[in-house]
């Protein structure tokens, strides 16, 4: 059976042609992304793997769908940049790789320490060897009130670990999946004092935390950002944390991210307005979409991609 990996990284390449051969498939590798100038690469496979890098147009769905391909794994959790209901109406059925959540959570956890210990600012400092003390002290977990938004594999993870810090944890969440403190979400933004974001991108959950809502929030609270950029609205997160209603916010997502993160713009002119000034606070951390990058996770990604293509394969003969 063949596979073709669009999108596929150095490392990514590496696992997928160690791993392929154990579970009898050919693998063909590209790091450009799927479109229609390489659509050619399909011809022969019926399965697809994509990363989630670059968004997946309809057109390229639907050239895919004309050489033959009926399956699309994207190595992701979340489909925000693929059309799934247009796949399914030519012909091609999608699905997500599950990974390790542990990569994300324990990313969270870090970003949540660093944005109440005033990370940034300290390290920076350092670096050009000022060791004074900051003039704003830190703050401990055990002293503050976690919102977790969306309570999935990756939102019980952060919550499991939270355990130990002794904070109190509010959850929010459409469909309550595990025993938590839930409670709605005007009630989550009012009580918290950081609110972590990991419910999935859709048209429900496009800038859930819009300027209304983030009004709401506690003065100085803290936003913490491991999902997808648009569950943010950006244009109303940037004043509120210039002006100081917000106490910080910890994202290692981005509305328009897409070209910029993953990219070296050290010589080049970056076109954000809103990543330039969010960079320019002290009390602002920003990664670029690094959270779910791990070995673990990374292998995870690889081999259950190839497992998901095996088990469409051997469901779609009875089908």
Same mark, same amino acid.
């Given at each position: 059976?063949?596979?073709?990996?669009?999108?596929?990284?150095?490392?990514?390449?590496?696992?997928? %042609?160690?791993?392929?051969? %154990?579970?009898? #498939?050919?693998?063909?590798?590209?790091?450009?992304?799927?479109?229609?100038?390489?659509?050619?690469?399909?011809?022969?496979?019926?399965? #697809?793997?994509?990363?989630?890098?670059?968004?997946?147009? @309809?057109?390229?769905?639907?050239?895919?769908?004309?050489?033959?391909?009926?399956?699309?794994?994207? %190595?992701?959790?979340?489909?925000?940049?693929?059309?799934?209901?247009?796949?399914?109406?030519?012909?091609?059925?999608?699905? @997500?790789?599950? /990974?390790?959540? $542990?990569?994300?959570?324990?990313?969270?956890?870090?970003?949540?320490?660093?944005?109440? !210990? @005033?990370?940034?600012?300290?390290?920076?400092?350092?670096?050009?060897? $000022?060791? %004074?003390?900051? $003039?704003?002290?830190?703050?401990?977990? &055990?002293?503050?009130? +976690?919102?977790?938004?969306?309570?999935?594999?990756?939102?019980?993870?952060?919550?499991?670990?939270?355990?130990?810090?002794?904070? &109190?944890?509010?959850?929010?969440? @459409?469909?309550?999946?595990?025993?938590?403190?839930?409670?709605?979400?005007?009630?989550?933004?009012?009580?918290?004092?950081?609110?972590?974001?990991?419910?999935? +991108?859709?048209?429900?959950?496009?800038?859930?935390?819009? !300027?209304? &809502?983030?009004?709401?929030?506690?003065?100085?609270?803290?936003?913490?950002?491991?999902? &997808?950029?648009?569950?943010?609205?950006?244009? *109303? +997160?940037?004043?509120?944390?210039?002006?100081?209603?917000?106490?910080?916010?910890?994202?290692?997502?981005?509305?328009?991210?897409?070209?910029?993160?993953?990219?070296? /713009?050290?010589?080049?002119?970056?076109?954000?307005?809103?990543?330039?000034?969010?960079?320019?606070?002290?009390?602002?951390?920003?990664?670029?979409?690094?959270? /779910?990058?791990? $070995?673990? *996770?990374?292998?995870?990604?690889?081999?259950?991609?190839?497992?998901?293509?095996?088990?469409?394969?051997?469901?779609?003969?009875?089908?």
């Amino acid at each position: 059976m063949g596979i073709t990996i669009y999108g596929c990284g150095q490392d990514e390449a590496v696992l997928f %042609r160690e791993m392929a051969p %154990r579970f009898g #498939v050919m693998p063909t590798i590209t790091e450009a992304a799927a479109s229609e100038a390489n659509i050619e690469l399909a011809f022969g496979n019926r399965y #697809v793997s994509v990363g989630h890098k670059a968004h997946i147009t @309809n057109s390229t769905l639907l050239a895919l769908s004309q050489v033959g391909v009926t399956y699309v794994s994207t %190595r992701s959790i979340g489909y925000d940049h693929i059309d799934v209901k247009y796949a399914e109406s030519v012909g091609i059925s999608v699905e @997500n790789v599950a /990974y390790s959540p $542990d990569s994300v959570a324990d990313y969270t956890l870090m970003l949540m320490l660093m944005a109440v !210990r @005033n990370a940034k600012t300290i390290i920076r400092r350092a670096d050009v060897h $000022d060791y %004074r003390l900051n $003039d704003v002290r830190g703050k401990e977990l &055990r002293d503050l009130t +976690l919102g977790v938004v969306g309570t999935g594999r990756i939102g019980a993870a952060v919550m499991d670990r939270l355990r130990g810090f002794g904070c &109190r944890v509010l959850a929010y969440d @459409n469909h309550p999946k595990i025993a938590a403190d839930y409670v709605p979400l005007d009630e989550l933004l009012k009580l918290s004092d950081i609110v972590t974001l990991h419910t999935p +991108l859709n048209a429900d959950t496009r800038h859930l935390l819009n !300027r209304e &809502r983030i009004e709401q929030m506690k003065h100085g609270a803290f936003v913490i950002n491991t999902g &997808r950029g648009a569950l943010l609205d950006t244009e *109303a +997160l940037v004043p509120a944390l210039e002006d100081g209603r917000l106490g910080g916010a910890a994202l290692d997502v981005l509305e328009g991210e897409e070209g910029i993160f993953y990219a070296d /713009y050290r010589n080049k002119p970056i076109e954000s307005e809103s990543l330039l000034r969010l960079q320019k606070l002290p009390n602002v951390l920003i990664s670029p979409h690094t959270a /779910y990058y791990t $070995d673990h *996770a990374l292998s995870d990604t690889v081999e259950n991609s190839i497992i998901n293509c095996l088990k469409f394969e051997n469901g779609g003969q009875h089908g």
